[in-house]
């Protein structure tokens, strides 16, 4: 990711990722799932940081700075004002709390550890069912 | 066994065979394992990548990244705009379904046939009777029934409406609850593991991680991930990529419908989703995915399940950010999350923009918009009944639910179409069937009407939604298909 469009995502996830935002990791995820995308998708999610970023400077309280450069208050109403606003920026935000709740320790702290379970049910379902399994 | 992945090539390949089958979930792997079996030389194309059973886990963005198309954010243009996912991976859509399967209602199969001239209920009795046995169609073991479901159930009993156990494609399903992420035990009977293997058996090739790019007149050119081509010469095509893809392939490849209906007549069965916040821990992540359906309101258009959704899935949902989100998050293991499936009236189009690549324009009508309110109320009520303690409504700027009664104060006022929150994974009818050519695009066997050799054989073809999953309507469709094409083998020369 160009080195602009990274502060603007720090910012963006800082203000709508829970504390701690755990930026670096969910960046990480984010790039990741961007590259995922079709080139048509990637670059209208480019376009809309761009637009979020530049467009903050129009925002009354952002005194004609832009979103990347706002403090957090600033910024959180700015994109307050912008979720009511805009089906597209929430789709913005859904893909990058979902990174940010990809991460493991965002899981575990909310009692999400599907890994032993899943193991757990597994070996029981061989346990019962073997013999017709195999 | 013959799997060609993008990563074992290094040039150009070439294939001739008797048929092509373009995807290889429901509609394509069963066509090609019933070609392969029948002796014909097919040749599968897969889009997706080739994952194993091992290789599935409960990381759901890496399944959208991996076993989806476009990390499963496809997005329809519109008010509002509904959001789908399509599986994009060896197996298609069945890896990662809820693995749900119902035959197609009879008062469905009765309005293709009096609509469409489609096909009838007699015709697809037998299909449907095969595909259950094959996929090990079945009630869910009762000790994989998570709480989750159990409250769905709960409060369904406690207002006296019907409730089903829902039947699925599995084999003593562990009840992982990871059904969306691919079935990490294999109990799933996904095309994966039942199908594309079988087809591999009898002798099919599986060329993987390649798009097909056009249909010629003499086959199809596809082309690697990695950018070498594939050419495949064949004397019957059969395309079953799905309800966007399919008629997006037709049409670039300059295949018309004299009926005019190709790329019309999109039905998505249009989703929302009740947040219900319980006092005891739920743990909806424990037991399968979606056990029960409320069937009390299907003559209306409109079933009600509860689906845990992991995660990631659930903040994406969550009307809030920031240290708000993190609150809400906090209660997630005394979360359910419930909602309508809607019968939609069908009025999306797939259409290709320049330098965009196909784009679904979905227009919700009054008469759906108004069932996903009412979905919406039933599943509050069904919620409360169960003994929630409060609700997050799928609309922008709704405040959460503490009562029913506050639920019906939100939807006594007007809810506009645009702030719902809709989204989709069952697309069907863009390439409908109908025995008329001036009102289908292929026939009641799936052969395009006026260009025989090229079948289709995907939810494109259904004439109308079904109001129900329609994997094992897809599958036996395909079955059907498979036998009619065999029997007249000598026809196609192959």
Redesign the interface.
Known sequence: MIEVLRRVVVRFVTVVCPPPARADDTIREFDQFLAALRPAARRALRAMLVAVDQGARLYPRARGRRFARLDDGTADAYLRALLARSGLVQRLKSVVVMCYYELPEAKREIGYEPGPYIAEVSRRRLERYGDELR | MTIIQAADIANDQHAECGAVVVGTGAGGATMAAELARAGIDVVMIEEGGYHTTGTFT?????A???LYR??G?G?TLGW??V?FAEGRCVGGSTVVNGGMSWRTPARVLARWAEEADAVTERDMDPYFEDVESRLHVALQDP??IGRDSELLKAGADVLGWQIVPNRRNQ????????CNNGC??G?KQSMLVTHVPRALAAGARLYTDCRVVKITGSGVLARFATGQKLTVRARVIVVAAGAIQTPALLRRSGIGSPSGQLGRNLAMHPNANVIAFFDEEV?G??GVHQAFQVREFMSDGIIVTANNL?????????PA???E???L??G??HVVTAGPLIEDDGTGRVRTVP???PQVFYRLTDRDAARILRGVELTAEVMFAAGARRVLLPF??VPPALTLREVKGVLARPVPK?SMRLYSIHLMGTARMSRDPRRGVVNSFGEFHGRPGLFVTDASVFPTPTGLNPMETIVALALRNARHLVERRHQYGV
């Not at chain 2, 409960?58 to 890496?62: D, P």
Request: proline content about 7%; some cysteine.
């Open positions: 409960a990381e759901s963005v890496r959208l990244r991996t476009d990390g954010g997005m509002p705009s959001l000790e994989t084999l003593h399903c562990a009840g992982t609850n990871n990490p035990t109990a743990t992540w424990h992991a995660p990631p899935m659930l903040a994406a949902m969550m950010h920031g240290r989100l993190g609150e998050m906090a997630y293991n330098g965009a690549g922008d700027g645009r």
